[in-house]
């Protein structure tokens, strides 16, 4: 607990961006940690339905060495909402974080990916010439199990209200129980980055519930072992024991193919280690520290 307070002792520096869709610009909310003037530079990407304040904790571990940024991606957290919801796809998703590695001034970027911010760190490591130095991938893969995409289905794109506080944290801790066993300082960090009181004073989740438009109506996955195959950075993948959207064989796979990297399992949790503790983001500040 004294660890965790001390890694949550102060707010990152909030900044903006726009951006752009195929229906106009759009206002990003961005988090940073670090020295500012710091070429060493880490952007992170959270998960389908979460927010840029999920790296904290891992902001503040890598502060020391280097500069972090942390986007709310369009409609999430503090980013603007989309105007068409057909909009939140990796075209849009993929030139907003192209902006924020421009941005940073940066012309080598390391990159943290959980869930969603996995696969599309994966899509910019493919890519020819690709400013994405080292890729942290956390617990996503070429293979995205269906029951995990059944399970997100349940929940994402609800737009519960809740009287009190109370409320709210009971239901974040309900859908995302695969994150495990957190403790009550860290359910109440997640909760208050992911809840704001609307007019009314109700409690309301920070993210338009038009993401899952596209999420629905998407066919099948595709096949991301092309991708998977072309990427050529240093990488590290890191897998919840417990998880449904990553399986022990295709970790298992990826760890013989593309970039052949080691593999960390985090025991007593699902989808997806949160990066909160020590045991889990140790290994992501040791791997980007090696250069």
Excluded: K
Aim: with cysteine; proline share 9%.
């Amino acid at each position: 607990m004294a660890e965790w307070a001390m890694l949550t002792r102060s707010s990152p520096r909030t900044r903006t961006l726009d951006s752009l869709s195929p229906h106009g610009f759009h206002r990003v909310t961005y988090y940073e940690w670090g020295d500012p003037a710091n070429d060493r530079v880490v952007v992170c990407v959270h998960g389908l339905s979460r927010n840029g304040r999920d790296f904290d904790v891992l902001g503040e571990a890598l502060a020391p060495t280097h500069r972090v940024l942390a986007p709310d991606m369009p409609g999430r957290g503090a980013s603007q909402w989309l105007a068409d919801p057909n909009d939140y796809a990796f075209p849009t998703y993929l030139t907003t974080l192209t902006a924020l590695v421009a941005r940073s001034g940066a012309e080598r970027v390391a990159w943290v990916g959980t869930s969603m911010g996995a696969l599309l760190g994966m899509v910019m490591a493919a890519q020819p010439n690709s400013p994405v130095a080292r890729l942290v991938v956390n617990d996503a893969g070429p293979v995205i199990e269906p029951a995990a995409l059944a399970r997100i289905r349940d929940y994402v794109g609800l737009a519960p209200t809740f009287a009190t506080f109370t409320e709210a944290q009971a239901y974040i801790r309900a859908v995302s129980a695969p994150f495990g066993a957190l403790s009550e300082a860290q359910w109440e960090h997640l909760t208050r980055t992911s809840v704001a009181q609307d007019a009314q004073g109700r409690y309301a989740l920070t993210y338009d519930p038009g993401i899952a438009v596209a999420f629905r109506s998407a066919a099948a996955p595709p096949d991301l072992w092309p991708v998977w195959d072309a990427i050529r950075c240093p990488t590290l993948v890191l897998r919840g024991a417990r998880s449904d959207l990553l399986s022990p064989a295709t970790a298992a796979q990826m760890a013989q193919r593309g970039p052949r990297p080691p593999v960390v399992e985090v025991p007593g949790v699902g989808h997806a280690p949160m990066l909160l503790s020590p045991d889990q983001y140790q290994p992501v500040v040791d791997f980007l520290r090696q250069v």
